[in-house]
């Protein structure tokens, strides 16, 4: 049994929570708001995320970030990327925890990936750092539907002590050491769905969908090879597995999000009325910076990052994808 620290409260920090707690560890929550905290504690549940799922009763949670993490083996990082470099910079880390990252997106300003955030901000070296990503939709978690996942680390040793951590009956990871791979498909997918969304909220059917899958990928893969990822991964579940699931699912906020955009509605409109986190409306930029800093051409983030900061209507940016020259499929340069 390892002692686990989830930090973050959220769909994601609370579903991968339940899949610590089934695969038999000491997990404990961080909640920043304590009324969180209560109904985690006395009730079982998470009535902002979850409201119908009943938390394992040995699952605990607190307001207090250092008594979360106080002895864990383990500390969890499930906050939004662009608040992980702030909430980080309030923390004390337990002195030997390996640090896993769920978050998906890439920082704005700095065009940092999330385990390089966490590296410069508390010091600690790569063999101490993972990350975990996949097609891992949190309300299917939740319910114990059965998923794939890969948990990257440049040290594989570390990788394979998270993966025996968080293996589950019904949550299975695998290892990988393209940290790099990892990261950017994770983060870039969540781009591409906002697309695959907007198409589908202005009608457009499945050979729409499929080709801005299927053109997403591709610009993964070109962005991942120009910043040092290895290929392979894209075709993986941090790749294509992940990009997949968000993609084909009401269940993703940035499918939905993009869905919304499609049917007319603006960003603040859709941002205001939830909660929850869409990355790919804020990392779509630093991803299109990340693009232009290698010479990597990426049309469809190019055109997301019009459509966020723009306001240009999704409709003008499927008609500028089509017009763009005609070019054979592998010309990937
Ligand atoms: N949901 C999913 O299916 C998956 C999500 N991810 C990734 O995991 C990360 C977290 O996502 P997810 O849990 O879904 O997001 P949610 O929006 O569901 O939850 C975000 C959590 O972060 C907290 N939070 C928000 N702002 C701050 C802040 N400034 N300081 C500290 N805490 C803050 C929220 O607290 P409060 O409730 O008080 O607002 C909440 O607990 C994202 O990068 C996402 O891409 C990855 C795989 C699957
Ligand atoms: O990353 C996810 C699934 O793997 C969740 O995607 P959303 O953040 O779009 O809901």
């Known amino acids: 049994m390892s002692g686990v620290a989830v930090m973050g409260s959220g769909s994601w920090g609370t579903a991968f929570a339940l899949t610590l707690c089934d695969a038999g560890n000491d997990v404990r929550l961080w909640a920043r708001r304590i009324e969180v905290c209560r109904a985690v504690n006395t009730e079982h549940r998470n009535p902002d995320y979850f409201p119908d799922l009943e938390l394992p009763p040995t699952l605990t949670a607190t307001d207090d970030p250092q008594r979360a993490m106080a002895e864990a083996d383990l500390v969890v990082l499930a906050v939004p990327s662009q608040t992980l470099r702030q909430n980080l910079t309030g923390w ?3 002195e030997t925890a390996v640090v896993l990252s769920l978050a998906k997106g890439i920082e ?7 385990s390089e955030v966490v590296a410069e901000v508390t010091g600690l070296p790569d063999e101490r750092i993972a990350v975990l990503t996949g097609p891992n939709l949190s309300h299917e978690i939740a319910e114990r539907q059965p998923a794939a996942s890969v948990i990257a680390s440049t040290a594989h040793e570390t990788a394979a002590l998270v993966q025996k951590i968080c293996h589950s009956p019904t949550f299975r990871p695998y290892t990988n050491t393209d940290v790099i791979g990892c990261e950017l498909g994770g983060a870039t997918k969540n781009v591409i769905a906002l697309a695959v969304g907007m198409a589908v909220g202005l009608g457009f059917g499945d050979n729409a969908t499929a080709s801005v899958i299927t053109r997403g990928l591709a610009e993964i893969s070109r962005l991942g090879r120009a910043l040092g990822a290895d290929p392979h991964t894209f075709s993986g579940l941090a790749g294509m597995g992940d990009l997949v699931a968000t993609c084909s699912s009401p269940l993703s906020r940035n499918r939905s999000f993009g869905e919304e955009l ?8 859709i941002a205001g009325s939830t909660r929850q986190v869409a990355e790919g409306v804020k990392s779509c930029t630093a991803i299109r910076a990340l693009g232009s800093a290698h010479g990597v051409e990426l049309p469809i983030v190019e055109a997301v990052v019009r459509v966020i900061e723009n306001g240009e209507p999704p409709g003008e940016m499927v008609a500028h994808l089509l017009a763009r020259a005609a070019r054979p499929e592998r010309d990937e340069t």
């Open 92 to 94: 004390r880390l337990p």
């Open 108 to 114: 704005l300003g700095t065009g940092r990936r999330m």
């Open 262 to 269: 499609g049917r007319g509605r603006s960003v603040a409109e």
